[in-house]
Structures are given as structure tokens and as C-alpha cells.
């Protein structure tokens, strides 16, 4: 492809990204193709010369597209929201284009500079504490494994990297701490980091899903009489199912008592502590050592692009940093080489898209646009609650209403538990909407959430109207 066609094409890209995004109601939010339809459509070799490009977007609308969950609908309330935006995207155009890789500093000064503002600028408007360090990692989960090992690796504050130098040879056995209604990633990192799933211990919640810390006392009590080392407790700012709130100081003040590493992971709620009507939720952050929100979630900054922050930065660059000699540069010392601070030597240039959507938006913006989510999940709520039919099964904290039909009088627990999920599945048989479930106290639960960059109130009161309908 010569440039002059690369021109032509893009020309006609940008056209069919407008007109997708105008038109992405007409498309059913999920599409009802059966395993193994599209692979049997992708010829069983690569081709051996060059195709046309027509014919690639060809084959893109006729195989790809029909096949594609289409998460910027407007009708798509499922898990939680990975919500874009026109900003977002044109930086991802740049980003493409440029094509760079941002390892260190040299291999791309602007990048590794504006990422180290970007997340300062985040850090402000989040009400975070401006002296955190923060770094873009691809994910929740990479920048909870990333905690994880940090914790790890400065447990023993006289010898620390030790597991990274000796392995786990001769250290103690280690607990986690978090709540039942911690997302799975947190399990993934324990695994990952060697300390073994049934070292992760799982404190029950209250009657509203949030870490119960008389409990966790007691647990990390117990451990340390059993000869455990308590390592790190993981809190939650707005968890998966229901979006609960884990209390955050009360834990961070068990965490200093004892010594133990605070990890809080705010991967979808974050962003609401942009608001200063939620900025309640950030009293304690100071305690923690590590912290991660996920703009790419409720943001309007396309996926990847993971927030995450330490409180010492020099533990986090001794866990990660490792330098051969073609990597070594005079300014190692003077300059953040993000490489070091995660997982992954190449990085790609994400805080351009943060840039980007918090320039064109600005705090305001985004502000309308969290209100905006909050006062149709509130609006859903009256809704299901003034029918009667319904009730609501977890506090409505933020844009997720959890609900489900009344189980009516007898009704056993597996047979209003089939009810709603009929009723799931046939909201989304409608090909509008796509909503997802989850289980609180055992009772199935459907999940709505309202955080989609493009949902409007016309689309919850047809969802409301859907919802009459099927009963
Ligand atoms: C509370 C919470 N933590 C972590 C994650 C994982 O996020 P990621 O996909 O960025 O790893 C999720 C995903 O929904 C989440 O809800």
C-alpha cells in the first residue's frame, strides 16, 4: 500500500467510523452467531500474495461486523461499560500512526512526559493524592499483580527483592486479604505471584456487599498466630457485582497498624471521585500503597488504558527494574523510563488518548457525563421500585442497578432464579439491549448499568417499556 492509497483509504475509514457511530443503534447490540461461524468463514492459510484493500473491508462488513459485540451502543449495559469517545479514537489514530514504542524516556521523550502529567492531572481531579506516583498499565489486573509483587518484594523492609533474587525458597507462607465480592483478578495476581489461591483469604461482607473489617481483624489476628506473614489486603471501590464500597479507612487503618500493604482497587468507580458529591468516597486513600482506576472503563478513553499509582516509587522501580547493558541510557537516573515501572518492556503511547479526551472534555465534561449516567441508574431504580414486582438487591451507589423480580410467596430459590433469567434472556433476545447477571447472597441478580457514552433517557425508558412488555 503506497501512500498515496493509504490516503485514499483512511479517507474512506474515517467516513465509515462517522457513519458507524451515527448509525450503531441499527445493529443489534449482540449478535447471535454460533461458535465456530466465523472461523470457518477465514480461509485455513494465510494468502500468499497481497489482496485488495476493498476487498479486505469487504470481507470486514460481511464476516467481521455481523459478528461483533457492539460495545458503543447505546443499549449495551452489560458487565461494566468500556465507553469511547470521538477524541479518543482520533488519538488512537495518532498513536497508530506514529507507531511508537515507549519503553524509556529516549524512545519517545513526549510520551513518557506527558504520561508522567497525565497522571498528575488525573491524580487532581480524582482528589488522589498529589504526591502518588502514577503510571498508565494496560489493566486492573496487570496493575494489581504489579501491587502484589511490589508488596511481596518489600515485605522484609532489611532485605528487600529478596524473592526476586532467591526465589521462595526459605520465605514464610503469606496471606491476602480481601472481601468475597473481590473481583477475580485479585486471585489471578496471588496465583501469579506464587503465594497459592488458598493463601488468599476471603472476609465476608455486610448487607451491603462490603468487606467486614471486625472479621478481617480477627483473620489477620489468627494468621499471624499460625505463623503466617499477613502481606497486603486489597479493598474495593465499587465491586463487580454490585459496585460496593469496602471501608476504605477503616482498612487502611488496620493496614498501618499491622504493617500490611493496602492495594485499592477502584477499577470501574474511580472515576466517580471526580465528582465532589462522591469525593466522601476518598477519605483514607492516603493510607494506601497502591491504587488503580481504569479510565478505559467509565472515562471515554478507548481500551487499554489502566490508572494505577504508588505511594513509593522506589519499591515499585526495585520489584521491576532490571537493565541490560542495550537498554542503558546517560540519563537513567533524571528520567521516569516507564518500562520499569509494570510488567512489559514495550509500552504503547497511551496518555495520548488521555490528553486527547481530557482536553476536549475537560473536568466539566466529564462531570455532565458521570451525572448524567448516576441520574438514569437512579431514575431506573424508581422506577423498579414503584412496579412492585421487583426489588432492588444492592445499594445503587453509582450507574449499576442491581434487580431482579420478587420471588412470590413459596417460590423456591431455583425457580424465581429461572424466572429472571428468562427474563434476561429475553431482553436480550431483543437484540436492543445487552445486560448481564450475577449472583448476591445466591439470588440471581440482573445488572444494568448506565455508562455507555452514547445512552440517552429515551434508551432507558424503551428498556423500562421493554421490560412491561415481556411480563
Ligand atoms: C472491580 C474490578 N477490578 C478489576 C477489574 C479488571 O479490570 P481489567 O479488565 O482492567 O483487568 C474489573 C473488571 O471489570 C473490576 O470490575
Redesign the pocket.
Known sequence: MNLADFRTYAHHLVDWMANYLENIEHYPVKPSVQPGEVISQIPQHPPIQGEDFWQIMADFQQIILPAMTHWQHPGFMA??PANSSPPSVLAEMLTATLAAQCMIWQTSPAAAELEERMLQWLAQLCGLPTSWHGVIQD????A?LCAILTAREHYNINQPGIINQKGYSQQPVFRVYCSTET?S?IEKAVRIAGIGSENLIKISTNENFALKTDELVNKINQDRQLGYVPLCVVA?L???SSTAIDPIEKIGIICQENRIWLHI?A??AGTALMLPEYRHLAAGLHLADSYVF?P??WMLTNF?C?AYYVKDKAALLRTFEITPEYLKTPLDRVVNNYRDWGIPLGRRFRALKLWFVLRSYGAEGIQAMLRHHISLAKQFEQWLLADGRFEIMAPVHFNLVCFRLKPTPHESIEAINQRNSQLLAAINQTGRYFLTHTKLNGCYTIRAVFGQTYVQERHVVALWELIQALL
Open positions: 458487565y461494566f489493566t486492573a489486573s496487570t494489581t473481583h483478578s474495593t465499587g465491586t463487580t482497587d477499577a470501574y481504569n478505559h472503563k487499554d489502566t
